[in-house]
């Protein structure tokens, strides 16, 4: 069973429009929620997290909202630039002891089109 | 400073072979993790450890996988009699302390079996 979905595996979007990537979560025990962005023959790397506690975590050209009663997260990023295209992740982990690991979403792949 | 490090980058095995991945996570980093990526897919949980002490295995797909950490710091991935289906990117995240901190990730040890 998948406890983190990312729905769409693929997206497009206008160099300097806004992406808006989505992830569902099932477990209610997560409380804790990252999104990475990993491009080919690299690692992931963390781009923005928030805790349960918020609703909306922002970085500069990113910003994260949390729907926990729809067990909903998403991305925004704008503007976007064609640096931005790459596979995003979201990751969702508990801040109880015990429940360290991270749980991943299949990813999105976003392109930027110039 | 330095990131993690993961070696060797690429492995080709034949199947039935033994192979040992590597890891160098950020210096002063408590926890370091392993993770498995299919390809097309996110990554997916093997194991955790907080400095030399393993403290979940719940994810290592078989007793052919074996994981450790002996000093608390270089951790290394064994893989014992491979098999086709082990064929996948094997990444590893160090994080400095506990739950609610970033976890950080190498660049990922991709692994052929043929």
């Known amino acids: 069973d998948q406890q983190v979905k990312q729905n769409s595996p693929s997206l497009s979007v206008q160099e300097g429009r806004i992406s808006i990537l989505n992830c569902d979560y099932t477990?209610?025990?997560?409380?804790?929620f990252l999104w990475y962005k990993k491009y080919p023959a690299e690692g992931p790397t963390f781009l923005i997290s928030?805790?349960?506690?918020?609703d909306k975590n922002e970085d500069g050209r990113f910003t994260v909202f949390l729907n926990k009663s729809a067990k909903h997260l998403s991305l925004h990023i704008v503007p976007s630039q064609p640096g931005d295209s790459a596979v995003y992740f979201c990751?969702?982990?508990?801040?109880?002891?015990?429940?360290?690991?991270?749980?991943f979403g299949q990813g999105t792949r976003l392109t930027i089109n110039p | 400073g330095a990131g993690v490090s993961q070696s060797p980058r690429y492995k080709v095995a034949k199947r039935g072979q033994d192979v040992a991945l590597r890891c160098d996570p950020i210096?002063?980093?408590?926890?370091l993790f392993w993770y498995q990526q299919a390809l097309g897919q996110g990554p997916e949980f093997l194991t955790y450890?907080?400095?030399?002490?393993?403290?979940?295995k719940s994810g290592l797909p078989s007793d052919r996988f074996f994981a450790e950490r002996p000093e608390g710091s270089v951790s290394t991935l064994k893989i014992q009699r491979t098999q086709q289906e082990d064929s996948a990117v094997y990444l590893c995240?160090?994080?400095?302390?506990?739950?609610?901190?970033?976890?950080?990730f190498g660049p990922g040890t991709r692994l052929l079996v043929l």
């Open positions: 477990n209610s025990m997560f409380d804790y």
């Open positions: 928030i805790s349960s506690i918020k």
């Open positions: 995240a160090s994080r400095s302390r506990g739950a609610g901190e970033t976890q950080y």
């Open positions: 990751a969702a982990s508990g801040l109880v002891q015990g429940a360290q690991k991270l749980v």
């Open positions: 210096s002063g980093h408590v926890s």
């Open positions: 450890f907080q400095n030399e002490a393993q403290l979940d």
